[in-house]
């Protein structure tokens, strides 16, 4: 036995290997052309033929040596039908019969062609077409052709043209045997078997990577064939199915996976995506789609979720969405502190912001700016780059609020959403959760925010996993929440997780300082946004004495208001109003205050309730009547005053 190798290129550490097997004269020719591809390729050439060819093979597959054989006929066809790895014949080519005929007729007349398997019907019609006396043989086997040539023999064939075997048995009857294959004939199969063998290492790459990705995967991965039986199964799988992963190849699905049904799949080639199904006493989430090879379904793959990381998923996405929905705008540096009493506020909320995490209770009339200085105190704080979430806890009735807050399970209630939802804890995970109206929180639901913030952690209504939460509350009330823990409408232990850091936002009344810069922003804003910005100057002129001269129960939500009646007014009459005209569209939305009750003598005042009980008292009489006058249009009503929806049915209460 005898091989040879041709130079190994030391650029190409994974150059395929390209076994040349022949036990005849083709041996020659394989060794003549495989240095001419060395740098593509490894040739390594065995001067072998069937069984010990066979075996020679074998083992260089075990020592992954081998990447394609390159053989010819009878010995070919055998090494074909007993390797698993590719076999590439050197085929016969027109020229190389030609060129062999020649040959062969320079040396008698009396030829005959031996041909492996079968002699084609065009060989038949050249012979023909050219006059040439041939006789044709094929041959199956080495003992096979022995045979022909041993009949043709006694026929009086004198030279015999076939392959090297047939030609080498040529010789050992006493003819001449003339060698069929050519060099351009070897070449052309050197480069089929490179191109299979570059072909095969790709796709065992890409199969190899494939493999990697789906073993390492958390979810389960099964794919079966058009029986139903699995090709390919990862580790997930195997441990959801509680089976080892070896032995479970060519397993009927249903034998390892008995609740997993491959429905449709298989019969009809559709997809199935989000089905829920049983697997050892445990849900979970089947996706099924087919597989296909060209046009054709070769079989279908499951892809299996466990239910818990899917649904920390899907948390995780929807608090992100949260996050990316609410944002703080505004930061301490753009509230208007002319004053000295919000130039304290500022400083004392930049202190609260960057020196603690704690929880802040923003105290301050309604419309002082309370969510403005939240906003503020988040932006400053280190929880800026997450979200800022705000909740009015007097704008949704108790059940409602629940949900918000918390977020509810699949089929907690009627009308819940399929999947469930997050609540406001979860979108507000890492950033600040914003209460304001806290005081107006039900009993029942108190006890709900307690826990969450004692323990860091909430359920979602109707369920039962407790889901960890980092957030900073801040809230916010124009309520004496210490009056209301004595009266029992708001629980102390509450009272006092939320009463750790404090910020007073002072009324407008109390900062006037501050009207002229607030003014002096707000009325042109509101111009601009009218089409009329370039009566700004001359409006302000004529608001501003009317303006400091006002009260400002509504603070600056009401300033707000009255920046828009006073654009609108411009807008109308195309002109800046006058200051008696802005005097008329302040008194618009002042409440009507009466300081003395209506058996009160002129010049006495009352003295049965509270300043603060008069004002509330005087604000919703001025809530009922603006309501009266728009014939019960509650959007028209707080258009007027200057107020939300949910201030008004509270003055209103």
Not at 361 to 369: A, F, K, M, T, V
Request: charged fraction near 20%; include cysteine; hydrophobic fraction near 45%.
């Amino acid at each position: 036995m005898k091989h040879f190798s041709a130079a190994r290129s030391p650029r190409n550490t994974i150059e395929p290997v390209i076994c040349a097997i022949s036990g005849y004269r083709l041996i020659e020719i394989f060794r003549a052309v495989a240095p001419d591809v060395s740098a593509r390729a490894r040739v390594e050439v065995a001067h072998l033929a069937f069984d010990q060819a066979l075996a020679h093979v074998r083992g260089q597959i075990a020592r992954q040596r081998c990447d394609v054989v390159l053989a010819s006929g009878s010995n070919g066809s055998y090494l074909r039908s007993q390797l698993s790895i590719p076999v590439v014949l050197v085929k016969v080519g027109g020229y190389d019969l030609m060129t062999a005929l020649c040959n062969a007729r320079a040396l008698s007349d009396r030829i005959a062609v031996v041909l492996h398997r079968e002699v084609s019907a065009e060989l038949i019609r050249f012979a023909q077409r050219f006059a040439i006396d041939l006789q044709f043989r094929a041959y199956e086997t080495a003992e096979d052709a022995r045979l022909r040539v041993q009949e043709l023999a006694a026929l009086g064939v004198q030279v015999v043209v076939g392959a090297g075997m047939v030609a080498d048995l040529a010789q050992q009857a006493g003819l001449t045997g003339v060698f069929l294959y050519s060099t351009d004939s070897v070449r052309h199969a050197v480069e089929d078997a490179i191109a299979i063998a570059l072909a095969q290492r790709e796709e065992k790459s890409q199969r190899t990577q494939l493999d990697s990705v789906i073993r390492h995967l958390s979810d389960g991965v099964v794919a079966v064939d058009m029986r139903g039986r699995i090709t390919t199964i990862n580790p997930a799988a195997a441990r959801m199915a509680g089976r080892a992963i070896e032995g479970t190849v060519g397993t009927p699905l249903q034998q390892v996976f008995s609740g997993l049904l491959p429905g449709e799949v298989l019969s009809h080639g559709a997809a199935e995506l989000g089905r829920v199904d049983e697997l050892q006493g445990r849900s979970v989430v089947v996706d099924c789609v087919p597989l296909h090879d060209a046009d054709t379904q070769t079989g279908a793959v499951f892809t299996l979720h466990a239910p818990g990381p899917l649904e920390n998923a899907v948390s995780r996405l929807r608090a992100r969405s949260h996050r990316r929905a609410n944002t703080a705008r505004y930061t301490l540096d753009q509230l208007v502190a002319v004053s000295p009493a919000m130039q304290a506020v500022v400083k004392r909320c930049e202190a609260l912001a960057r020196s603690s995490d704690a929880t802040v209770l923003i105290r301050g009339e309604s419309g002082s700016g309370k969510e403005v200085v939240a906003q503020g105190i988040h932006q400053a704080s280190r929880r800026r780059q997450q979200a800022f979430v705000a909740l009015n806890c007097g704008a949704f009735p108790p059940n409602l609020l629940e949900s918000e807050l918390f977020g509810y399970e699949e089929g907690a209630f009627t009308g819940a959403r399929r999947h469930g939802k997050a609540g406001l804890f979860e979108a507000a995970n890492g950033g600040t959760l914003f209460l304001d109206e806290v005081g107006e929180m039900p009993l029942q639901l108190q006890t709900r925010l307690l826990r969450a913030l004692q323990e860091k952690e909430i359920t979602r209504v109707g369920g039962v996993d407790a889901i960890p939460v980092d957030v900073r509350i801040i809230a916010a009330t124009h309520r004496d929440l210490f009056a209301m823990v004595g009266q029992g409408s708001f629980r102390e232990d509450l009272f006092y997780r939320l009463y750790i850091l404090e910020v007073v936002v002072p009324p407008l009344r109390e900062r006037p300082e501050d009207l002229d810069a607030l003014a002096a922003m707000l009325i042109p804003a509101a111009l601009v946004r009218a089409s009329v910005g370039h009566l700004a100057a001359e409006a302000l002129q004529a608001a501003l004495p009317v303006l400091r001269g006002h009260p400002w129960p509504g603070n600056v939500r009401e300033l707000e208001n009255v920046a828009e009646r006073i654009a609108m007014a411009c807008l109308i009459e195309q002109a800046a109003p006058r200051t008696p005209a802005v005097a008329a569209l302040l008194g618009a939305s002042r409440p009507s205050v009466q300081e003395a009750g209506p058996d009160t003598a002129p010049g006495q005042l009352s003295t049965e309730h509270s300043l603060p009980q008069t004002r509330r008292e005087h604000e919703a009489q001025r809530a009922r009547s603006v309501l009266q006058a728009c014939g019960g249009d509650k959007e028209a009503a707080v258009q007027i005053l200057g107020i939300s929806r949910t201030t008004l049915w509270r003055k209103l209460r």
